[in-house]
């Protein structure tokens, strides 16, 4: 009895704050997906009707929101592995013994990551521009015909994955330069002895010392990039022809510009539902690979 | 309650008063460009109502809308506040706003009749007035004289035949690379106008079903389509055009369906050999000069204002056609009363003589706080007929579908309503 008082006691404050500030409204928002909640219910509770699952049947028949699905499944499946590459790539760089300036390259590549993106997206809208973008004008002076970027419903989203790649992958850079100074030297020198090349050694010693942070990593990185709202929002308000409505996208047109938010709450759990199998599944792919390498 | 919680609760609120707001302030939102204008006409207000102290509150127009229906729900409204007239019918439903009625009766300053009626008529939902008209917005035509006098047309199109031929004739002078009018795809007035000019309403059973699927509609939506299928209009939206006021320099089309903000801003911004060469007309109606949209600021009270007296004085002062004067000239908006346009600065100006002609004829959109809700919907269903991914009828039809689907709900309020009585 003793002992369990004094760990109820430790963790009472955070279980509270939790309580109150994350399961609490959780709870409120399934019970509110569960109604029709709008601004009639606003202007009188008598309004409100509890329609059970009907927001969520009415949801799977909406085309729009399996577009979004679509599209953020876009953001992700291909997002995800081009920041990650991007991120271990620029970390392996910086680690390298040949590299010189470290620091004024590492706050350089971290620079984005602590940019405002309404900011940036501004410049990137500039940069992507059909006729006058520097993107454009780039790819003309290599013989390629200019790009519709913002305009073409089969680019936008490209266009807005190559513009969020660049603003996120800092942050996994940095955690990913801190796992490689923790491999130990000698190992490098061992496979040298052995006569391993750079490639080997990546793939041998490098890739499964850094599996767990890979995989947290990875994880973090997925649970983010299924929550696209911001970029889309300031670069092509969803368009052009909703090509670049995402999940989270269609949430907040839903609930605070037309003010169903018992649509928007459906819509909420829908995507929890869609990350958390997939985070699920990532884990249960991840641990057989992990369980092989030794990690 | 015992005295001394009931002493410390009182002392709490007061303080919270004290730091959120002085005590007879009067609060005022506004948003956009006239939330940063309105502030020079106010020391004259606050000099002839001694004791009253207006403190003006910026918002942005893309958080305005949120930040007010929050402001509902917690309670914490404005005194009073400018509102785009397509909001009113929301707030008006959440029993957010003053009935405007009895005050304007008594009224010497504000004369209902003195305003344009379709502007009015915005500001009142189920004959119960919420709103007296600040400034107004509505789309007409802006056009190139010099490449309509090349096509042979010395005057601009009065009816939709007339303008049918004046695109054909444009398109074939100028060829590929350039158009004859601009119709932005990330823009639902266009359409909306052309839709309004039909003599069947937007919506039908007090405004719980669509009525898209409709001769009118679809007569709009045609001619709507038939603009980008006879390539008379490039499929470009906003984004893609860097700046529409080089571009209409340039000749990149002749046609322009564009709101009074861009007198000025043509005024500004064409290059100096090109300053005679536009014109703005009224839209071109299926026969004849016809309806375009009744947009727009309103003044409104809230309901839950204590200072409602002193919140009218300024709605008041602020009509004055003088004060309306002097607000135009700092903003370019364009007044609702007749008789500032009478006044000899704007019934002199040849570019807004068009849009006088027009305000007399505006249509209000239908006054369901779903309205930008359904808005939305056709912009999308126009953008994707327009490029061809669904023809006229299956385009007006879809959204007939999409529209009853929002209304569902209020479908439910209206049978509620009537079982009631």
Redesign the interface.
């Known amino acids: 009895m003793r002992p369990n008082l004094a760990g109820w006691c430790f963790a009472g404050p955070a279980l509270v704050v939790i309580a109150v500030f994350f399961m609490l409204p959780v709870a409120a928002a399934f019970v509110l997906s569960l109604t029709?909640f709008?601004?009639?219910a606003?202007?009188d509770p008598a309004?409100l009707?509890v329609v059970w699952l009907h927001n969520y049947v009415q949801l799977l028949r909406t085309a729009l929101f399996w577009k979004a699905l679509g599209n953020t499944l876009y953001f992700v499946v291909v997002g995800v592995p081009l920041s990650i590459v991007v991120s271990l790539a620029t970390a392996v760089l910086l680690d390298s013994e040949l590299a010189r300036f470290k620091g004024a390259f590492r706050t350089a590549l971290f620079a984005p990551v602590v940019t405002t993106v309404v900011a940036v997206a501004v410049v990137w809208?500039n940069l992507f521009?059909?006729?006058?973008g520097w993107i454009n004008y780039a790819l003309g002076a290599v013989g390629i015909a200019p790009v519709?970027w913002?305009?073409n419903p089969h680019w936008s989203m490209p266009a807005i994955i190559l513009f969020a790649v660049w603003k996120n992958f800092g942050i996994n850079m940095i955690i990913f330069v801190a796992a490689l100074q923790a491999i130990p030297r000698e190992l490098y020198e061992a496979a040298r002895i052995e006569g391993a090349s750079a490639t080997q050694q990546f793939r041998l010693v490098t890739l499964p010392l850094l599996g767990p942070t890979l995989l947290m990593v990875g994880i973090v990185t997925m649970a983010g990039y299924f929550q696209l709202f911001a970029e889309p929002y300031v670069m092509?308000?969803g368009?052009?022809?909703?090509s670049t409505v995402s999940a989270l996208y269609l949430m907040y047109e839903q609930g605070?510009?037309?003010?169903s938010l018992g649509v928007a709450s459906a819509v909420a759990f829908a995507l929890f539902a869609l990350m958390l199998a997939s985070t699920a599944l990532l884990l249960r792919a991840t641990r057989a690979r992990l369980a092989a390498w030794g990690g | 309650m015992t005295i001394p919680a009931r002493l410390l609760s009182t002392a709490l609120a007061l303080t919270l008063c004290a730091c959120s707001r002085p005590h007879n302030d009067l609060t005022f939102w506004a948003m956009g460009r006239e939330s940063e204008v309105v502030a020079e006409l106010l020391p004259e207000f606050e000099r002839t109502h001694p004791g009253v102290h207006v403190s003006v509150h910026q918002l942005p127009w893309t958080g305005a809308h949120a930040k007010l229906l929050t402001a509902v729900v917690g309670a914490a409204t404005p005194d009073l506040a400018q509102l785009g007239n397509t909001w009113i019918p929301e707030l008006a439903e959440l029993h957010a706003l003053e009935p405007l009625g009895p005050r304007v009766q008594h009224s010497v300053s504000v004369q209902p009749s003195d305003y344009f009626d379709g502007i009015w008529d915005t500001n009142v939902i189920d004959g119960v007035l919420y709103g007296v008209p600040w400034y107004v917005d509505t789309r007409l035509l802006f056009y190139r004289t010099d490449l309509l006098k090349q096509a042979g047309f010395d005057a601009p199109p009065e009816n939709w035949k007339q303008w049918r031929q004046t695109m054909a004739a444009i398109k074939q002078r100028a060829g590929p690379g350039h158009f004859s009018i601009l119709l932005p795809l990330n823009e639902f007035e266009p359409l909306t106008a052309l839709a309004l000019q039909q003599r069947e309403p937007l919506l039908r059973d007090g405004g719980g079903r669509g009525n898209f699927d409709s001769p009118g509609f679809r007569k709009a939506l045609g001619l709507y389509v038939e603009m980008f299928d006879r390539s008379w209009a490039p499929l470009v939206s906003e984004a893609q055009i860097s700046n529409v006021w080089d571009e209409f320099g340039r000749g990149y089309f002749a046609y322009y369906i564009s709101g009074p903000w861009n007198i000025g801003e043509f005024k500004r911004r064409l290059p100096p050999e090109r300053s005679h060469d536009w014109m703005t007309a009224p839209l071109p109606g299926p026969d004849g000069p016809s309806a375009s949209i009744a947009g727009g600021s309103s003044l409104v009270i809230f309901a839950k204002s204590p200072r409602k007296e002193q919140a009218w004085q300024l709605i008041e002062y602020l009509s004055r056609p003088d004060v309306q004067e002097r607000f135009r000239t700092l903003t370019g908006d364009l007044p609702p009363r007749r008789s500032v346009w009478n006044l000899p600065a704007l019934a002199a100006d040849p570019y807004a003589r068009a849009f006088r002609q027009q305000l007399e004829r505006v249509r209000p959109a239908p006054k369901v706080p779903e309205w930008e809700h359904i808005e939305d919907e056709v912009k999308l269903v126009g953008e994707l007929a327009a490029t061809g991914q669904m023809t006229v009828e299956h385009a007006a039809r879809e959204l007939d579908r999409r529209v009853d689907a929002i209304l569902e709900k209020r479908r439910w309020i209206l049978a509620r309503r009537g079982a009631r009585g």
């Open positions: 029709d709008d601004i009639y606003i202007a309004n009707r809208r521009h059909a006729r006058y519709d913002l305009g092509t308000q368009g052009p022809l909703q605070f510009k037309w003010w």
